[in-house]
């Protein structure tokens, strides 16, 4: 799916309009691959590495397609400076997402452009040392545009003490995407990072279904329902003099497996239950929200969401007399 300007525009301004922004995700130095292909052919050298997927392809990256950004490549730098013009011309966010999500080492590894610059070429951290000089220069350019703007970046390699020094803590964000039993929002808030949370186990609405290159339900299965998430604690284990850098949690809905006719069904009214135990945090369980979230998937339904059901519609009709179990 491709964004005209145009469109960008209204979803922004639809947005500001009901109380929300719309923040970017830019994900860099991986997952690019489609429309960066061209640089040999225009004499401006290797844009992209691994993009041309094989049977291979677990060589190249954590999952097709490939692609990721050639480092060493200074016409890079100027593309990327190009698109933070362009994003920060369009969208009025707080927070602009860089992602830094699945980088993936021996894809440098495999390609002597990048290679050739490090002394160990079987060992990962020359490869993270170029990473993080990356990621230093591509924000830098960003806030020279746009200064006042935080950035955003997925927990990874990156985000750990050797390489926090590449990472302002005043300025940089630092989103939670492993298992509840990680304790990464302790480890982020401890270092002195500001965080969003994300737990793959709580929070992620496209795992359960099937996966894209197994026999299995996927590698973020079980099925999160909406009283997992409901759940689903907000104190993060962090402590209480870093909850003030607790910024909130997101609920994410990746599309790997998730068309546009299964979109409605997947996100509401599990969303619902999320939005109730992010913004009130209430002390009751499931069973008190039940009657509720019934009555808001109904309302969503009405608006033309194709939301599913949490009960049967005789459960709505007849309040009260569909016993729940609870343990």
Same mark, same amino acid.
């Given at each position: /799916?491709?964004?005209?300007?145009?469109?960008?525009?209204?979803?922004?301004?639809?947005?500001?309009?009901?109380?929300?922004?719309?923040? !970017?995700?830019?994900?860099?130095?991986? %997952? &690019?691959?489609?429309?960066?292909?061209?640089?040999?052919?225009?004499?401006?050298?290797?844009?992209?590495?691994? $993009?041309?997927?094989? !049977?291979?392809?677990? %060589?190249?990256?954590?999952?097709?397609?490939?692609?990721?950004?050639?480092?060493?490549?200074?016409?890079?730098?100027?593309? #990327?400076?190009?698109? $933070?013009?362009? /994003?920060?011309?369009?969208?009025?966010?707080? &927070?602009?997402?860089?992602?830094?999500?699945?980088?993936?080492?021996?894809?440098?590894?495999?390609?002597?452009?990048?290679?050739?610059? &490090?002394?160990?070429? +079987?060992?990962?951290?020359?490869?993270?040392?170029?990473?993080?000089?990356?990621?230093?220069?591509?924000?830098?350019?960003?806030?020279?545009?746009?200064?006042?703007?935080?950035?955003?970046?997925?927990?990874?390699?990156? +985000? +750990?003490?050797?390489?926090?020094?590449? #990472?302002?803590?005043?300025?940089?964000?630092?989103?939670?995407?492993?298992?509840?039993?990680?304790?990464?929002?302790?480890?982020?808030?401890?270092?002195?990072?500001?965080?969003?949370?994300?737990?793959?186990?709580?929070?992620? #609405?496209?795992?359960?279904?099937?996966?894209?290159?197994?026999?299995?339900?996927?590698?973020?299965?079980?099925?999160?329902?909406?009283?997992?998430?409901?759940?689903?604690?907000?104190?993060?284990?962090?402590?209480?003099?870093?909850?003030?850098?607790?910024?909130?949690?997101?609920?994410?809905?990746?599309?790997?497996?998730?068309?546009?006719?299964?979109?409605?069904?997947?996100?509401?009214?599990?969303?619902?239950?999320?939005?109730?135990?992010?913004? +009130?945090?209430?002390?009751?369980?499931?069973?008190?929200? /039940?009657?509720?979230?019934?009555?808001?998937?109904?309302?969503?339904?009405?608006?033309?969401?194709?939301?599913?059901?949490?009960?049967?519609?005789?459960?709505?009709? %007849?309040?009260?007399?569909?016993?729940?179990?609870?343990?």
């Amino acid at each position: /799916m491709a964004y005209s300007q145009a469109n960008v525009k209204e979803l922004v301004a639809y947005a500001k309009a009901h109380g929300v922004q719309v923040t !970017p995700e830019i994900d860099a130095p991986a %997952h &690019v691959g489609a429309g960066w292909q061209w640089g040999l052919d225009f004499g401006v050298g290797e844009l992209t590495l691994c $993009w041309a997927n094989s !049977p291979t392809v677990y %060589h190249q990256c954590w999952e097709a397609p490939c692609g990721q950004l050639n480092p060493m490549n200074e016409k890079v730098y100027d593309l #990327l400076d190009k698109i $933070w013009g362009e /994003m920060t011309d369009l969208f009025e966010s707080d &927070v602009y997402h860089l992602g830094g999500d699945e980088v993936f080492t021996q894809c440098w590894k495999n390609s002597t452009v990048v290679s050739d610059h &490090v002394s160990n070429k +079987t060992g990962d951290d020359e490869y993270f040392e170029i990473w993080a000089k990356f990621q230093e220069r591509v924000q830098n350019n960003l806030w020279k545009r746009a200064p006042k703007k935080k950035i955003q970046l997925w927990t990874s390699d990156l +985000t +750990t003490d050797k390489f926090f020094k590449y #990472l302002p803590k005043d300025k940089v964000i630092i989103q939670t995407w492993g298992p509840a039993v990680n304790n990464e929002p302790r480890m982020i808030t401890d270092a002195g990072y500001q965080t969003v949370v994300s737990f793959q186990d709580f929070h992620y #609405l496209d795992c359960g279904f099937n996966g894209i290159d197994r026999k299995d339900n996927g590698w973020c299965a079980p099925y999160k329902t909406w009283q997992m998430i409901y759940e689903q604690p907000l104190d993060f284990n962090v402590t209480a003099n870093n909850a003030r850098l607790v910024l909130g949690s997101e609920l994410v809905m990746w599309t790997e497996v998730s068309g546009e006719a299964a979109l409605d069904t997947r996100v509401w009214p599990r969303a619902s239950a999320f939005a109730e135990r992010a913004w +009130t945090n209430p002390s009751t369980r499931w069973d008190k929200a /039940m009657p509720r979230l019934t009555i808001q998937a109904y309302r969503i339904i009405e608006t033309g969401v194709a939301a599913d059901l949490l009960q049967p519609h005789w459960c709505r009709q %007849h309040p009260g007399e569909c016993p729940l179990i609870v343990w």
